[in-house]
């Protein structure tokens, strides 16, 4: 898997958007791009994924690079049950594994 | 569909004792992965299953194993317990071994 960097915190208010970048410019062509949260204490929560077309779904948008060595993780009006640690998978899933960094904890403040 | 769940959500042992785990994998979802989370290494993948078989194996010791049955059901289980095995025991199942892979709640270990 490709290592992904993370800012390890971000601040973000309530209702306006919330852009979690990540780095991973070592990633190799057919790898995919995962976004993943965790709120206090549950299960990690898949989000969104892609492989280098941009990506939207109920939850938020990805944005990736043309050269696809970096990422954008986009909530466009965040609310206060979006606080969480985001991770960003640069890989996917190896037979069953998902290799986890430190991610970025987001708090999003009234 | 119902999500994954896992039994129990909370457990307390004491050192030397054994525990296993459950996980009940999404409808249809063959391959039933399991995780540990502690805040001082992270989330760290344990093992995998996929039609019975460990296809991947995380590094921990052989203390921790685990099964998968005919219906897809997962147990892992953890022998003569440490303080360090205290952790929020993850599962997560796909409907492949590379595709998306959806979490349960965890199991919340204490061992005293």
């Known amino acids: 898997d490709a290592k992904t960097t993370q800012p390890p915190s971000m601040d973000c208010a309530e209702g306006r958007a919330a852009n979690l970048p990540c780095n991973h410019s070592t990633i190799s062509g057919n790898e995919y791009v995962y976004w993943y949260r965790q709120i206090h204490s549950q299960g990690p929560q898949y989000i969104i994924h892609g492989l280098k077309n941009n990506e939207t779904n109920e939850m938020a948008s990805l944005i990736i690079t043309e050269d696809r060595k970096s990422s954008t993780l986009i909530l466009p009006h965040a609310t206060l049950r979006d606080t969480a640690v985001y991770y960003c998978i640069a890989g996917g899933t190896s037979y069953g594994k998902l290799t986890f960094g430190q991610g970025t904890i987001l708090t999003v403040h009234p | 569909k119902a999500g994954v769940t896992q039994t129990p959500r909370y457990l307390i042992k004491t050192r030397g004792q054994q525990v296993t785990l459950s996980c009940s994998p999404i409808s249809g979802h063959r391959s039933v992965s399991w995780y540990q989370q502690t805040p001082g290494q992270g989330l760290q993948f344990l093992f995998e299953y996929f039609s019975e078989t460990q296809r991947n194996k995380g590094n921990f010791p052989g203390r921790f194993s685990g099964r998968q049955f005919s219906n897809s059901r997962s147990e892992m289980n953890v022998s003569t317990l440490e303080l360090g095995d205290s952790a929020l025991y993850l599962c997560?199942?796909?409907?492949?071994?590379?595709?998306?892979?959806?979490f349960g709640p965890g199991t919340r270990l204490t061992v005293l």
């Open positions: 997560a199942s796909g409907e492949g071994s590379e595709d998306t892979q959806y």
